[in-house]
């Protein structure tokens, strides 16, 4: 990303800004993330989901405020839903209907600030189908906002630089945490993590909760060895360029209530 990021004062980042400084920016876009707290190996820290995802919101919002929009990013959620996770000690969680309760809530003060769009930022693979679940709710309430949600948008043409696939603790993560913590990535502990196995395979083109301590029995899964932080930076930044420009298409376009269609 080859823009200037602004000051604190104009950056987005609501935990950093003063009542007047928030006043001033007079928000047209708030955006959430949405974190986890939870084992990812013997080499990542359990915070893992909470700092990839407020890296990228971080990034994501300050370089579209750069760009002239108005985006006022929330704190990150760091407790959301991980049941799959209940046989690993301090797998943290709240209950499916109570993220979802709290989504409602947050849109719902966000309407009453006058917000009238909200973007839910999800770093955390357990908790798309609650996301989804309250989306709908709040579809089917008079007045709310407008809602979508991501988890990055890299821009089309952008080629990742992952070798090994994994979807828990691999490469992709091991490398965002190199770039953003490298003191919290434990590197004389990167391996090749086992992933069980299914005993019926046809499972594996279902959707189901997988019990993860039999899935990913050291609670990641796959090659890390490879992992570097120019991988991360590539990733966290394309990922960030792609969001930052939906963030100030989303702060420049009229409300009114055909939005989102002309």
């Not at 700092?51 to 405020?65: E, F, H, I, P, S």
């Not at 309250?134 to 992952?162: K, Q, W, Y």
């Amino acid at each position: 990303m080859n823009e200037e990021c602004p000051g604190p004062e104009f950056s987005g980042l609501l935990e950093e800004m003063t009542v007047d400084q928030v006043r001033s920016l007079e928000p047209e876009v708030v955006m959430v993330p949405f974190g986890s707290t939870e084992p990812h190996g013997p080499h990542l820290p359990m915070g893992t989901d909470t700092y990839q995802v407020t890296a990228l919101g971080r990034l994501a919002t300050r370089c579209a405020n750069a760009r002239g929009a108005r985006v006022l990013l929330y704190p990150t959620l760091p407790i959301t839903n991980n049941v799959n996770f209940r046989r690993f000690p301090f797998a943290l969680r709240i209950g499916v209907r109570t993220l979802m309760t709290v989504i409602v809530d947050i849109v719902t003060q966000c309407r009453d600030e006058g917000i009238r769009k909200v973007v839910l930022l999800n770093g955390h693979g357990g908790n798309p189908a609650a996301i989804d679940g309250a989306m709908r709710e709040i579809a089917g309430m008079d007045d709310m906002p407008f809602v979508c949600t991501t988890g990055g948008l890299a821009p089309a043409g952008f080629t990742s630089p992952i070798e090994h696939r994994s979807d828990h603790g691999g490469e992709s993560e091991t490398s965002r945490l190199l770039w953003i913590r490298p003191d919290l990535v434990h590197q004389d502990k990167l391996t090749d993590n086992p992933f069980g196995r299914l005993r019926v395979p046809g499972l594996a083109r279902t959707r189901f909760v997988r019990p993860w301590h039999l899935y990913v029995p050291a609670s990641a899964g796959g090659e890390t060895r490879a992992s570097s932080a120019d991988k991360g930076r590539r990733l966290l930044e394309a990922n960030a360029e792609g969001l930052a420009q939906l963030l100030v298409e989303l702060s420049t376009a009229p409300y009114d209530e055909r939005f989102p269609y002309e």
